[in-house]
Every structure is written in C-alpha cells, then in structure tokens.
C-alpha cells in the first residue's frame, strides 16, 4: 500500500522535473570529484613543497604557498562553475544564454550565491540552479576549509622546525 502511494506520487512528478533532479546530481558528483582531486594533489603537493625547508626557508615560501593555494582554489571553483555553464547551454530546452559566455556568468553568479537577477533562467529549469548553489555553498566551504588546512599545515611544520 505505502509502496503504491509512493509510486504514484512518483507518477505525478512531471518528467521534466525528474530529468533535471537527475542531471542536477551528476553534474553535483563530477564538481565534487573535481573538487576531492584537486584538494588530494594540492594537499600532497603542499607537503612535498614544505618537506625538507628549513624554518627561514618556510618563511620565506608561506605566502607563495598560501597565494598559490588560493590562486588553485578559485580555478578550481571557475571550472566547476564553468561545468554548470556548460550544461545550461548545452540543454536544448534552456534557450536564455546565446553564447557560452552568457551561461558561465549565469552559473558563476549561481555557484557563489550572488543571485543579481539580470539573468534568468525558466521556471521548469529553476531547479538546476537551486541545484547549482547548494553545490557552490558545499564546494567554496570546502575550499575555504583547504585554504585554512594549508595555513594550519604550514604553522605546524613551522614550529616543528
């Protein structure tokens, strides 16, 4: 009986909704795989970096490091946001953004929660987008999280040495 109400709940959902829930959480898992890449490389190649520095040599290589690390982030970011991007245009059913470029400001402006309201997407494809800043809140915590991971790692090293 439950399984029957479920189902027709399910029936009442229309197909447009369910193929972009669908489409929200693959790309959802491809920026959270580019993000748990990126953060493993930079992580082990921070700790390569700060291996073998003696304390005035860290000193000296902290900012870099901390520039650099945050310089990965946020290209990091762009390309996940340039992903959304991609879909938006990509879709035949979303016809707002003319160009590329159009549907990658959309999506960077989704992605950081910023929401100018310039750019619009349609109401049937609005639930891309609620998709698309719940995985830039996600993904930009997670990067200000790495970002403050390499300061700690950095000051550790520091007082071992």
Known sequence: ?????????????????????FLGLVIIGITVAIQAYG????MRYVGKKIKNLTKLELDKTSVKLLVSTASFL??????????????????PNITEFETL???IYFSLV???SLGYGEITISS?????????????????????????????FIWKNSLKK
């Open 110 to 112: 989704t992605f950081t």
């Open 1 to 21: 009986m439950i399984s029957n109400l479920i189902l027709n709940y399910f029936l009442l959902i229309p197909t447009g909704l369910l193929l972009n829930i």
């Open 39 to 42: 953060s493993s490389f930079w």
């Open 124 to 152: 049937s494809n609005r639930i891309l987008a609620g998709f698309e800043a719940m995985n830039g809140i996600l993904l930009l915590g997670w990067s200000t999280t790495l970002m403050f991971s390499v300061m700690q």
């Open 74 to 91: 946020l290209l990091l970011n762009f390309s996940q946001a340039i992903v959304w991007g991609l879909l938006y245009y990509l879709l």
């Open 101 to 103: 470029e159009k549907a």
